[in-house]
């Protein structure tokens, strides 16, 4: 299962990450996500852990913790949309 967490600390690591849901079961992977530009954290992440009922128990004692001095949100990722039928972004950096 795949599981959203929001509000993360921007000095949260991946292996923190990982380590604070391995409490709960075996991780598979824990992933923050950066900009693309910065490189820096944009405060949320992913846990994905093989096992259900543990990425359940790990949503339940989770969610609204403290952690690195910020409040979690978290909860069963939901799959990415299909954004095909929106407008392109435009890139107003390369104009010339």
Request: proline share 2%.
């Amino acid at each position: 299962m795949q599981i959203y967490v929001g509000n993360l600390s921007y000095g949260t690591t991946d292996e923190s990450l990982k380590n604070l849901f391995e409490q709960y079961g075996e991780v598979s992977s824990a992933k923050i996500i950066t900009d693309r530009e910065t490189g820096r954290a944009k405060g949320f992440g992913f846990v994905t852990m093989d096992d259900d009922a543990a990425a359940l128990e790990a949503i339940e004692a989770l969610n609204g913790k403290d952690f690195d001095g910020r409040t979690l949100r978290i909860n069963e990722a939901k799959p990415k949309e299909d954004n095909r039928d929106q407008k392109p972004r435009r890139n107003f950096n390369n104009r010339y």
